[in-house]
């Protein structure tokens, strides 16, 4: 083992610890502004009970995914400085777009909606908080631009062995950052909408068991006020979530085709690592899972063409060693094709899981169905299943695209720093490993701590008058 190996262990493990902070912090935003819209234009306070409690859910895992991503600036510096020099001139454009107009616009904002609650008019604050989200998406897209060049390089020409940009808008425009952007998004939504799951699914059995109420209709007609009050509030958190999933899921399917059609033509070799499709093959099959295949079903996903011909991994080697000369250019086969398919499946089961919810709990008024107790355990229990499924989708994206940094460009072993040990690079690894373990027990601790607590502010009153003629209205 040499200093490379232990600098890629060290970005890859620094890099999935941050990713579970990024899409959470993104799909979360929507849904908490989301909640805040339905407050200001309805006045149903337990809207405003709901914002408040996964407002902090979602200041949490911002203030952790701002701590740990800057790690990952710092080893462009010390583990990879000969991969900076090379991209630093195309990087520096979005980077810095990312950090002095989105960045500054999500924190300035997002400061103000915290701080601004009882100090700015109602539209105002609940403007803050759409900035805030806007400026999150922004730095979404300028950071997925630039990876997305380091998988198609674009707009650009080497000068002096550097890459030297000569067209930002073709940067910024790339057709894989037009495919990657909106699926790695719309996955972020997924995985908080999973998240918002399994938490107002928790929060129904609690209550569940603290009241021992439990609905035998299809109706309301049978539950008491407490039941009401969890069922007008909970309910509609899910409800939300189960929407914003379902649709999510629909944009991640379809970019996903939009992005298999890509590798196809720009990163052959990672569309047949992911299948370990071994020869040029026309009419190449797909194998769901290991043992089962599918006839002609790969040629029609990547090139929706069922009789189209699929670069193998043995051909493409010979083709590539002959363009730049001996190397092994295969990736980890293991990894690609199970990160293939465990993203694959596990998403497919959380968009289902939506689209169940929905029925299930389908109706409005006195027909709104309650959500089903072993439903709600389903939720709690599926949690994991969107974060799998998105952190093996940057795994195939990442580790398919092995041994470039930047795609027949820039090989991986001649982007480390020539300078740095394999003893330095063993102490680093070693000190972040157990300062994120640290922040990682921290994290979980204090989610837990508020999801058990629940919201600071019980729900509020309704006069027995009015529970005797009315049930509230719920959102969908």
Not at 9 to 31: D, E, K, M, R, S
Not at 234 to 247: D, E, H, Y
Not at 249 to 271: E, N, R
Request: proline residues 6%; glycine residues 10%; contains cysteine.
């Amino acid at each position: 083992m040499d200093a490379l190996d232990l600098a890629r262990w060290q970005f890859g493990v620094t890099t999935v610890y941050h990713f579970l902070f990024v899409p959470l912090t993104i799909g979360l935003g929507v849904f908490v502004a989301g909640l805040q819209t339905a407050w200001y234009r309805t006045g149903k306070e337990h809207y405003l009970t709901l914002t408040k409690f996964f407002g902090k859910l979602f200041l949490i895992n911002f203030a952790m995914g701002v701590v740990t991503g800057i790690v990952q600036e710092f080893q462009f510096g010390m583990n990879w400085s000969e991969y900076s020099i090379f991209v630093g001139d195309v990087f520096g454009a979005p980077l810095a777009l990312e950090a002095l107009l989105a960045f500054f616009l999500e924190s300035t904002f997002l400061g103000l909606w915290i701080f601004g609650w009882d100090k700015l008019p109602k539209k105002l604050h609940l403007a803050t908080i759409w900035a805030a989200v806007i400026g999150s998406n922004l730095s979404a897209y300028f950071i997925l631009a630039a990876n997305a060049w380091m998988k198609h390089p674009v707009g650009y020409e080497v000068v002096d062995g550097k890459a030297r940009m000569t067209d930002l808008w073709a940067v910024l425009t790339n057709s894989t950052a037009l495919a990657q952007v909106p699926h790695v998004v719309a996955g972020s939504f997924v995985v908080a909408g999973g998240f918002v799951l399994a938490v107002a699914g928790y929060r129904i059995l609690r209550e569940r068991n603290a009241t021992g109420l439990i609905p035998r209709k299809k109706d309301f007609s049978d539950v008491t006020m407490p039941m009401r009050r969890e069922v007008d509030m909970w309910r509609a958190a899910l409800r939300g979530a189960l929407v914003m999933t379902a649709l999510a899921g629909a944009i991640v399917a379809l970019t996903g085709d939009m992005s298999g059609q890509l590798l196809h033509t720009q990163q052959p070799m990672k569309l047949a690592a992911a299948e370990g499709l071994r020869h040029d093959t026309a009419g190449a099959p797909f194998s769901p899972v290991p043992g089962i295949e599918v006839p002609n079903m790969l040629s029609l996903l990547a090139a929706h063409d069922p009789n189209a011909t699929i670069q193998g991994i043995d051909d493409i080697q010979q083709r590539l060693v002959a363009q730049f000369g001996p190397g092994d250019y295969v990736p980890n086969l293991p990894i690609v094709y199970m990160s293939f398919r465990v993203m694959i499946v596990f998403g497919m089961a959380t968009v289902g899981l939506a689209f169940l919810g929905l029925f299930l709990t389908r109706g409005r008024g006195r027909r709104a169905r309650p959500v089903p107790t072993w439903f709600a355990r389903l939720c709690v229990l599926a949690l994991p299943l969107p974060i799998a499924a998105i952190i093996s989708g940057w795994l195939l994206s990442e580790i398919g695209r092995q041994p470039w940094t930047v795609q027949g460009e820039l090989l991986t072993a001649a982007s480390v720093s020539p300078g740095v040990s394999l003893t330095e690079v063993a102490i680093s690894l070693g000190l972040f490993t157990l300062v994120y373990g640290v922040l990682a027990v921290a994290e979980a601790v204090l989610l837990i701590r508020h999801v058990k607590a629940g919201p600071d502010e019980p729900m509020p009153a309704v006069a027995p008058d009015e529970t005797d003629r009315r049930v509230p209205t719920l959102m969908y």
